[in-house]
Every structure is written in C-alpha cells, then in structure tokens.
C-alpha cells in the first residue's frame, strides 16, 4: 500500500470530517484510531486519516503522538502529510496546534509550511488572516464560550505566533485570487525572510483548490478538512488519484437497538437534543451527579434497558455554557470534563454489552472517549449524513460489526439525529 495521503487528526470527529470530505472527492479512504498495530488488515487506499486524541492533552504528549503517526505514514509511502486541526482553530495560546506544527516541520525539513482551517461549506472562512464563522469573526462567535477551547482572537497569525516557536506570516486573498504561481512566489518571499509558517486566506472553494495545489509542493500542511479537500483534488488532477473509485463500503444492514449519546455543549447540539424529543425517549444526566460519582452510570443504563427495545434512546450530558462554567467552577474544568467523558463511555460500553450496534455520538472528547473504551481500531466511511458527519462502518471491533456516526458539537442540522439513524440501518 502506498499512500497518496497521509492524514493525522487532533481528535476523531474531525477525523471522520476529513475522512468523508476525502471520499467525496474521490479518494479512498480509512480512518484508524491511533496508530494502526501491524496486524491490522487494512483495505487498499489512498488515503489514511490516523485519528488522535491529542488536540487537549499535554502538548509534549501530542507531539510524541503526532510524529509516530507521521512516521507511520511516511513508511507507507505518503509524500504530503496534513495535520488536521479544528475548523474554529480550536486551540487556546496553551494549545497544541503550534507544538505539532513545529515538530512535523521539523521533521519533514519544509522552510515554510501553509496553514488555514477555511472549510467555506461549513461556513469557516479566512480574510487577512482574521476567522469567520459565519459572518462573524471568531472571537464574537459561540466559540468564544466553548467549555474547553474558548476562542477570543480571531486573528489566526496572531494565535499561531503565540503558539509556534517559528515567525507566522500571512498569504491574503488578493495573491489567492491570482493563483498557485502568485502564492510559491509569496511563500518564497517569506521563507527567505524567517518565516516558516503562513495562515491563508480562503473564502470559496476555488481558493482550496489553489490552497491545495501549492501545498503539495511541501511535505507537510495543516489545517481542516477545506485543505483537505483542496490536496484531494489536486492529487487527482495531478493522476495521482482516481477520483471515482469508491472505497467499497459494505451497505448491509445490521439492525438491532440504536442510541444516541450527547457530550458536546455547543448550541447546535443543545437544539438537536430538544429536537430529538419528539422522535425518541430522551434522558438527560445531572454533570454535578455525573462528577460526584452518585450513580449516574447506572440510572442510565437501567433508563435504556427499559427503553432500548422499543426504539432508538438518546442519553445526554451536555449542558449551557453558563451550567459548564458553574461546574468547572465548583470541580475543576479538567476533573469535571473527565469524569463526564468517562461516565458517557461507561454509558456505550454497558450499551454495546447489551446490544447495541449502531452508535451516534455528538461531541469530540465523548466521540474520543466512547471509540477508546470500545477498542475500536479502523473504520471505512460511508454515506455522508451532513456536512462532515459520515456513516462509520467498524473495521476489527471485538464486539463484530458495527456502525457508528461522530459529530463535532457544530455539525449537523436541526434533526441531526434522526437523519443519523436514518442512515444507519
């Protein structure tokens, strides 16, 4: 097998966005969680996205982690490597997005390395370096409250530089607009000046595919799943890909109890849970209970075992940004997320054990929590649900053949989670 991509992502729903916007271009594709072991049977691809949980963890733990999965790509041949990010650039002036970046520079031997999370499908856009969210910038966005990852500067340059050890540089949309050629020479003028990474700017999609012909030039590039697409195309044009070839993702149905599990605080999750009452039976846990370890765990499962049987269940922990404040308050933000994501892994673990094979699960460090406890080690994607969020079919589970769909807080509709088990047969 040998790569025409190679792809490591900061945790595993951002993992499944580039995995499905990659397929939808054409490339086949796998995600694996972790670094695949040797004795994984994996199908023939093009391209591998190795997901980690590493976008929160302690920074010298998620270089250690990037550069395996950077070798291990490299050793299956991928010439370009894309550290995926966040599309908000989820990444506080403590975060991990400039500690990767610099060692994967490093080690590839690039001089200047582009950067942009600009993905303008799902509304993510980059303009003089400053993030759009919509049509707000990102520190006005609800970003600026996330519970995790609060986003107060729009201005990626300037987060980057406090987060890199190299000079960032910015590439705006006026040379984008004139194409790859107006780009390499802005990127040679500012590598001859020190400068080793750049944020550009993108605002269409015709700005990912310039954005993705000039990275390629390179060994390495980070950014969302938009550069993603960009690289994608480029490789094709380039015949290095043959846009079409379907991965081959087995459609049969597997039937059986489904259920939902909600982690993420974020306002579009918020009103899909509300949704979702009308279609199905409903919990939500008590975090302050949750962290006081007075049983949630079990008031869940024997919750669903009354339920499960009579159709999909949603179980949810997610609560208002100002419910989060008051809990990290009183806890601690990183005792209190821990011990939320363990109770929502508990949860699936006792759900698999007692049946349950199709998964939908709506939040990054939940979606990270639930596919570490399950050992699941590989999927194969399939049928996009909504923008970023495919069908996942399980590949080497202990537990046999499952599906499973893993939404960022962000993604999806209104009745995100009945479009997800519509899909999940």
Not at 18 to 24: D, E, S
Not at 297 to 305: E, I, K, T, Y
Request: proline share 4%; charged share 20%; net charge negative.
């Amino acid at each position: 097998m040998k790569l025409a991509l190679g792809c490591i992502a900061d945790d595993y729903t951002g993992a499944s966005d580039l995995a499905n916007t990659l397929t939808r271009a054409g490339l086949r594709t796998v995600q694996t969680i972790g670094v695949p072991a040797d004795g994984l049977d994996l199908p023939d691809v093009d391209a591998v996205v190795v997901s980690l949980k590493s976008r929160s963890i302690e920074a010298r733990l998620a270089v250690s982690r990037s550069r395996a999965a950077d070798k291990w790509l490299r050793g299956r041949g991928a010439d370009h490597v894309l550290f995926k990010i966040c599309s908000t650039f989820d990444s506080t002036d403590a975060g991990n997005i400039g500690p990767v970046m610099d060692a994967l520079r490093a080690d590839s031997g690039d001089a200047i390395v582009l950067v942009t999370p600009a993905f303008p499908e799902t509304g993510r856009t980059v303009y003089q370096g400053n993030l759009f969210v919509g049509s707000v910038p990102l520190n006005e966005s609800p970003l600026k409250d996330h519970p995790l990852n609060p986003m107060h500067d729009s201005n990626l340059v300037r987060v980057l530089a406090r987060q890199s050890q190299t000079e960032v540089g910015l590439v705006g949309l006026a040379t984008v607009v004139r194409g790859p050629e107006a780009v390499r020479a802005r990127l040679t003028d500012l590598s001859d000046k020190g400068v080793g990474a750049a944020i550009i700017d993108a605002v269409f999609d015709r700005d990912l595919e310039t954005i993705g012909d000039v990275a390629l030039d390179q060994r390495l590039s980070v950014g969302a799943s938009g550069i993603g697409l960009g690289l994608a195309r480029a490789l094709v044009a380039a015949g290095k890909a043959k846009a079409g070839i379907s991965g081959a993702v087995s459609e049969a149905a597997i039937g059986g109890p489904a259920a939902c599990l909600a982690g993420s605080c974020s306002q579009a999750t918020l009103q899909q849970i509300a949704n979702a009452e009308s279609e199905m039976a409903v919990l939500h846990l008590d975090p302050q209970q949750i962290v006081a370890g007075n049983g949630e765990v079990r008031r869940a499962l024997a919750w669903a075992a009354q339920r499960i049987t009579e159709g999909p269940i949603l179980i949810a922990s997610s609560s208002t940004p100002e419910e989060v404040v008051a809990l990290q308050s009183r806890h601690g933000r990183d005792a209190a997320g821990h011990a939320i994501e363990q109770a929502m892994a508990d949860i699936a673990e006792g759900l698999v054990q007692s049946g349950v094979r199709r998964l939908v699960i709506a939040g990054g460090e939940t979606s990270g929590a639930v596919v570490d406890r399950l050992g699941i080690p590989g999927f194969l994607v399939g049928a996009e649900i909504a923008a970023g969020v495919p069908v996942l079919r399980a590949v080497g589970a202990k537990e046999g053949e499952m599906i499973l769909a893993l939404k960022s807080g962000n993604f999806g509709g209104p009745d995100f989670f009945s479009d997800a088990l519509d899909l999940m047969r």
